[in-house]
């Protein structure tokens, strides 16, 4: 397919009667970042999700609530699109299993496997969960028939039921696992996969019940219904078929989270072996989210939904988190503080100020065209590769360490001391890089930085040298956040590790930390350079700090123990990466280390006891 210049992923189709999740959202997101990345590269894409409508689940719930099947999933369906809308997830279909158009395929390609052979009428006994809509063998559930997932009884189901020879094709998928190593991704996964096969061997499948209604039904049959994951994965297919999206067949990567591996391993290939369709080119299984370690759940209040999770830091930010803290294909776990700390530490610090130094300096001083030699310190081959391969971390990590060279670049250069316009341009140009790389994850943002520097969003304008135009400073792409009260998305999770609220404003009391969180503190000697009253504040100075490559607005608390004079030139310890906070509507941006007496009546500054530099470093 990649030949062809088409590039079609998919995401699992979701039971609907579930409020979308971090894990529904996972799925959805790494979509949307491969559809954007292979678009940004010129590929014709097809990205394809949607929901799963059918099964006795469906019908015991909407029989509850006193409704009809599909007038109950009709309205769980906005829910999920108004997800995906609101975290700027821009798929090309949205495919329900009850639209017509896939109903008509499952049939005919049930039709199929009927009229070759591969589908006979037995007898199914065995114990089903209606939460997984799956048959258990006994070894697979907890002591006393208990589903591990759902931890309710299974229930012991007999009945006629058309059966899909599934062990006729243990040796074809074999070979065809060996042939195509790269089918099951990460490759990690492949091999309990293959040994599975090779050990309990493939036993025949049930796919049709006569015990529920709300299905497909069988067309050489009507009194049976379709059992639901044959319906379910020929989704992927079913939506292929219409004329405008005949090309992108067989699908490049299906994604999925790994608890579906099998059937997406071992049934899919087997049904699409048995209708004669070509077989998808790979299966992406993703690690599990949890929170709090332990498995997300509705059923026991740990989830973290959509709105969840864009209200912490936006939706860039939880893209941009859920991308970089754990590498796709493993388990992360989630937690609040980590978002926000990156948020701040990486949106914020990094990106966004570098963003708005260059553009502030841009437009004082404009740009003048030079050849870009910092743009050859961007790994774009590994950037290239890490998308290509799912290392979503590692593109983002390479992303980073260039936004890093270009800050520690413009801290060396100084151009708000020098106007040098030509430094300027291969920050700006570097800019534009920058912000085309990290469109598929924080697409807003790119956008936004794009429009600051006028260039366009597409993988070539990478090389292009920027167009001069005139510059306007960028808006704050990411106001920085206070670590949160942690009681906003769950009871349950555990504290933060905050610092110490400090009793003084602007000084920091010291207290017990991590040793993971003091390595985080950066601490630096600067020289007070102005000491100015803050008005209406009257314990407070706002003090002018040199720190060696800037000079920083400090508010202390400190009026009632110094003088003007005696702060006037006086070096003292910087605590540098703080988050800022507004005092008296002045930004203060960091805290001045002091002694305080217990009683609190006694405050004093802590200086170097010899003579060192602005800008040393406290180890
Ligand atoms: N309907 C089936 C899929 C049929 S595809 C032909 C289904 N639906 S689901 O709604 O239960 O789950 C869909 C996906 O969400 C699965 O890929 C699952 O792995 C993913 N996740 C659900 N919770 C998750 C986490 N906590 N973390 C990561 N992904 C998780 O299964």
């Known amino acids: 397919m990649k030949e062809k210049g088409t ?25 949307d970042v491969l559809a954007r990345w292979n678009k940004l590269n010129g590929k014709q894409v097809f990205f394809l999700t949607g929901t799963d409508e059918h099964g006795k689940k469906m019908e015991e719930t909407a029989k509850k609530v006193g409704k009809k099947p599909k007038e109950f999933v009709d309205e769980l369906i906005p829910q999920f699109k108004s997800a ?28 199929k496997c009927f009229d070759n052979g591969d589908i006979y009428l037995g007898e199914y006994a065995g114990l089903y969960c209606v939460g997984c809509e799956a048959y258990y063998t006994e070894k697979d559930l907890l002591e006393g028939n208990i589903c591990p997932i759902h931890k309710k009884s299974v229930e012991k189901i007999k009945e006629a039921s058309y059966f899909f020879k599934l062990s006729k094709y243990q040796d074809k998928l074999l070979k065809f696992y060996k042939e195509n190593p790269n089918f099951i991704l990460p490759k990690e996964r492949a091999n309990f996969i293959i040994n599975r096969v090779k050990e309990e061997g493939l036993k025949d499948l049930s796919i049709s019940r006569t ?34 999206q005949e090309n992108f067949w067989p699908a490049n990567v299906h994604l999925i989270g790994k608890d579906i591996i099998w059937f997406h391993t071992v049934y899919w290939p087997a049904f699409l072996m048995s209708t004669g369709i070509e077989l998808p ?68 610090n990094k990106l966004g100020n570098l963003v708005s130094r260059v553009s502030a300096l841009a437009e004082k001083y404009e740009l003048t065209k030079t050849e870009n030699k910092l743009l050859k310190k961007l790994s774009l081959g590994e950037i290239q590769d890490n998308f290509n391969n799912y290392e979503f971390d590692k593109a983002l990590n390479n992303i980073f360490t260039f936004i890093d060279i270009c ?70 792409l990411f106001n920085k956040i206070e670590l949160p009260d942690l009681e906003k998305v769950s009871p349950q999770k555990e504290p933060a590790q905050k610092i110490n609220k400090p009793s003084i404003p602007g000084i920091m009391t010291m207290s017990e930390v991590q040793y993971s969180d003091w390595e985080k503190i950066q601490l630096v000697v600067g020289q007070i350079e102005k000491v100015e009253d803050l008005e209406g504040a009257d314990k407070l100075y706002k003090l ?23 702060l006037q030139w006086r070096k003292v310890i910087l605590f540098k990466n703080l988050t800022p906070r507004k005092l008296k509507g002045v930004e203060s941006k960091g805290m001045l280390l002091a002694a305080i007496s217990k009683d609190e009546s006694k405050v004093v500054l802590i200086s170097p006891s010899a003579d060192i530099e602005v800008g040393s470093i406290i180890r």
């Open 281 to 348: 080119k790979s299966v992406f299984a993703h690690g599990w989210w949890t929170f709090d370690k332990e498995k997300i759940s509705k059923s026991v209040g740990k989830v973290i939904n959509v709105d969840q999770l864009i209200s912490i830091a936006g939706v860039d930010s939880a893209r941009y988190f859920l991308f970089r803290n754990t590498a796709f294909g493993q388990d992360g776990d989630f937690s609040e503080t980590s978002l926000i700390e990156r948020h701040n530490n990486e949106l914020a």
């Open 84 to 111: 995906w809308e609101k975290l700027n997830i821009k798929y090309d279909k949205f495919i329900r299993t009850t639209d017509k158009s896939h109903e008509n395929v499952v049939q005919e390609m049930l039709q």
């Open 7 to 31: 590039f079609y992923v998919t995401t699992p189709i979701y039971y609907p009667n579930d409020i979308p999740h971090i894990g529904h959202a996972y799925t959805t997101l790494a979509a």
């Open 407 to 476: 800050n520690e670049y413009v801290q060396s250069t100084k151009p708000w001391e020098t106007g040098d316009k030509k430094i300027l341009y291969e920050l700006a140009d570097s800019l534009k890089a920058i912000a085309i790389l990290l469109s598929p994850i924080i697409p807003e943002t790119s956008e936004k930085i794009s429009k600051v520097f006028n260039f366009e969003i597409t993988y070539d304008e990478i090389d292009k040298p920027l167009k001069i135009s005139k510059i306007v400073k960028a808006p704050i």
């Open 544 to 566: 002018q700090v040199n720190i060696g490559d800037e000079v920083r607005t400090v508010c202390a608390g400190i009026k009632k123990h110094y003088s003007k004079e005696d």
């Open 211 to 244: 015990t529920f209604n709300w299905g497909i039904p069988l067309p050489f049959d009507k009194k049976h219904v379709c059992y639901v994951w044959f319906d379910a994965l020929f989704n992927y297919y079913s939506a292929t078929t219409e004329k405008s």
